[in-house]
Antibody, heavy 125, light 108 residues
C-alpha cells in the first residue's frame, strides 16, 4: 500500500522560506511516476503547486514558479518543497500526492491517486 | 491557465436523492477531467478519472460524463457518507494543473 507523509515546521515567519518533506512508503520513487504538492488555504479550494519526476524534472504552477523549488531524494525515497518569501496568503494545508496515469484508447490520462494526510503551515510572526 | 468552474457552489440534498454537479472548462480539455471527494480534515479522494472512468474501490453510484468543456458528476442515490465537498481537476495541461472551486454537498 502506497503511503505518503508530509513533515515540516507548522509555523513560518513572513518573508522566510517554507520547507516541507514528503516521505513515501510502499513504492520506490525511482520506479517512476510524477510526485506533486497541492495546497489548500483554510476554508478554500485546492491549488496545485508543482510536480517532480524521479529524474528531477520539474514543472511548477506559473503563479508560484518564482518562489517554488521541488526536489527529490531517491536514496531516502522522499521529495521536498521549498517556498520562499512567504506571506500570510501562503497559510494553508499542504498535501503531497502521487500523479499516476492510465492509458485509454491511445491517450494517457493523469490523476492524483495517493495523497498524504496534509500538514497545516501557518505564516505568522 | 485553463479555468475550471463548478456549479453549484453548494447544494442541499437528502439521502436517496439523485445529485448532479457540473464542471465547465474555459477551453476544450477533451476527456482530461478528474473528480475528487474531500471530507473535512481529510485529503481529497479520487473518484473518477478520464471524465467517466471509476477509480477502483469507488461505489458504482458515482458516475461521470462529458467531454470538451462540459462535465458532470452524478451520484445516483445519496448515502450518508457522500456528504462532502467535490472538486473537478483538469489534466489536459499537465504543465499547469487546475482545480474547480469545489461544490459543497450538505444534508437537507
Amino acid at each position: 500500500q502506497v503511503q505518503l507523509q508530509e513533515s515540516g515546521p507548522g509555523l513560518v515567519k513572513p518573508s522566510e522560506t517554507l520547507s516541507l518533506t514528503c516521505a513515501v512508503s510502499g513504492y520506490s520513487i525511482s520506479s517512476g511516476y510524477y510526485w506533486g504538492w497541492i495546497r489548500q488555504p483554510p476554508g478554500k479550494g485546492l491549488e496545485w503547486i508543482g510536480s517532480i519526476y524521479h529524474s528531477g524534472s520539474t514543472y511548477y504552477n506559473p503563479s508560484l514558479k518564482s518562489r517554488v523549488t521541488i526536489s527529490v531524494d531517491t536514496s531516502k525515497n522522499q521529495f521536498s518543497l521549498k517556498l520562499s518569501s512567504v506571506t500570510a496568503a501562503d497559510t494553508a494545508v499542504y498535501y503531497c500526492a502521487r500523479r499516476s496515469g492510465r492509458r485509454i484508447v491511445g491517450a494517457t490520462y493523469h490523476y492524483f491517486d495517493y495523497w498524504g494526510q496534509g500538514t497545516l503551515v501557518t505564516v505568522s510572526s | 491557465d485553463i479555468q475550471m468552474t463548478q456549479s453549484p457552489s453548494s447544494l442541499s440534498a437528502s439521502v436517496g436523492d439523485r445529485v448532479t454537479i457540473t464542471c465547465r472548462a474555459s477551453q476544450s480539455i477533451s476527456s482530461y477531467l478528474n473528480w475528487y471527494q474531500q471530507k473535512p480534515g481529510k485529503a481529497p479522494k479520487l473518484l473518477i478519472y478520464a471524465a467517466s472512468s471509476l477509480q477502483s474501490g469507488v461505489p458504482s453510484r458515482f458516475s461521470g460524463s462529458g467531454s470538451g468543456t462540459d462535465f458532470t458528476l452524478t451520484i445516483s442515490s445519496l448515502q450518508p457518507e457522500d456528504f462532502a465537498t467535490y472538486y473537478c481537476q483538469q489534466s489536459y495541461s499537465t504543465l499547469s494543473i487546475t482545480f474547480g472551486q469545489g461544490t459543497r454537498l450538505e444534508i437537507k
